[in-house]
Each structure stands twice: as C-alpha cells, then as structure tokens.
C-alpha cells in the first residue's frame, strides 16, 4: 500500500490543484549546492519532477533533460513555465507523463537521476525497488541526486524520514554503488519553516 492511499494519483492531482506546497519557484537549495560540486553527466532525468523547476534549472545550466512526473496538470505547469522563458523553448529540455517508478520503461540511460522529494514518497520495499530501477538506467559512474526528509511527522499522506544510515545501508559498494557524499541540510517549502533533509550525491559503479 501506497502511503498516499489506494490513488497516490489522484493524489497528488488534487494537490496540482492549487499551488504544491514543495513549489519553491527554483530547486532546493542543497541540491543546487551539490549539483555545482558534483557536474551532472548528460543526459539527466528527473523523477516526480513537478513542476519542473529542477529540471529547468538543470537546463539552464546547459545539461539536456528529461522531467517526468505522473501528474498531467504539472507536467503542463512545466511546459507553459519553459514557454514563458526568453528562449525557453530552445533548451534542451523535455517533460513527459509518465510513472517515475517505472523509469526503465523510458528505455533510455542517464548520466544522472535526479530525486527531489520523490524517494521519500515510499515504503522501504517500494525503494528496494525504486534503486534497482535507477540502477538500470544510469549509465557507469553515473550519479543518482536525491533529496528527502529528515524528518518522520506522524500523520497521513506525508513523506516518511529518509535517513544518511537508510541511504549508507541501501546504497552499498556490494550492490554497485559508492556514496560520494551525504548531508543533512533544509528542505524548503512555501507552507512552513524549513524541515531537515538528507541529500546525497551517489555514484554507480561499473559491474
Ligand atoms: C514532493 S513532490 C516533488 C516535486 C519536485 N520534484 C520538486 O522538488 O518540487 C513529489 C512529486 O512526485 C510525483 N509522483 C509521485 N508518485 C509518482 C509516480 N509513481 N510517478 C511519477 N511521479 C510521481 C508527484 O506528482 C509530485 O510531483
């Protein structure tokens, strides 16, 4: 089950329907930190993109990007941000319906994952399965960037508390993957204070 009930969704369309509460207008802080001293490698995919303020920063930095998200109204909020841009629509830039669970279904590999926020959206079996995914689609010594709560609230339909000994025990040298950093830092969003998060740079070793 779902932690976000039996139509995550549904869900999460209903949230689209008013401003997302993680809509900030510009990535986390801390992932645009780690993006400038660990360089993504093309091309870059990012998962739950949103409405697609990550990707359209990584974009404009240059890297080619694919956002997908399985929400159409902010895959659109996405688009119509890109078109409102002074050349927004010659970035090298791409957003797509699509279930972010599932990214080995793109058929294409990544120099890097990106994961604002999505992780933490899942039970511990679900990442199991979530890693073996990304782990299909990067490419060697491509990286995968996440960002999640640090923080457990205990009341329905919130993301749960990832945290860096979650990431240390998932993430092993033995099952392909070396931690190139992990912080404890903010996660900022337009509805309160800012809450701790974990973010991590992880790489993907050649097997
Ligand atoms: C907490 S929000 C983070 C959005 C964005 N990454 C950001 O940092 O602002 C999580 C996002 O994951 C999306 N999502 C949840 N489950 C999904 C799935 N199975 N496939 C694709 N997107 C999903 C939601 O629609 C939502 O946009």
Redesign the pocket.
């Known amino acids: 089950m779902s932690r976000?009930g039996s139509d995550?969704?549904s869900f999460?369309?209903t949230?689209?329907q008013n401003s997302?509460p993680?809509?900030?207008g510009a990535?986390?802080p801390a992932m645009a930190v780690l993006i400038e001293k660990f360089p993504p490698k093309n091309p870059v995919l990012?998962?739950?993109?949103?409405?697609g303020?990550?990707a359209i920063y990584l974009a404009t930095l240059g890297y080619q990007v694919l956002g997908?998200?399985?929400?159409e109204s902010?895959i659109k909020n996405a688009q119509d941000k890109v078109a409102a841009l002074p050349h927004g629509t010659a970035l090298p830039l791409r957003f797509h319906v699509?279930?972010?669970?599932r990214p080995s279904l793109l058929r294409e590999k990544f120099g890097a994952v990106f994961?604002?926020?999505?992780y933490?959206?899942f039970n511990p079996g679900q990442c199991e399965q979530l890693i073996d995914e990304v782990a299909s689609i990067l490419k060697p010594h491509g990286c995968y960037y996440l960002?999640e709560f640090a923080i457990e609230f205990p009341i329905p339909n919130v993301?749960r508390n990832i945290s860096p000994e979650e990431l240390q025990k998932q993430f092993t040298v033995e099952r392909g993957w070396r931690i190139k950093e992990i912080q404890t830092v903010e996660f900022r969003s337009q509805v309160a204070p800012p809450v701790p998060a974990t973010c991590a740079c992880i790489e993907r070793l050649p097997r």
């Open positions: 976000f995550p969704l999460f369309t949230v689209y997302a993680w809509d900030i990535p986390q990012d998962l739950g993109c949103g409405s303020d990550l997908i998200d399985f929400v902010a699509a279930d972010a669970l994961d604002s926020g999505f933490h959206l960002h993301p």
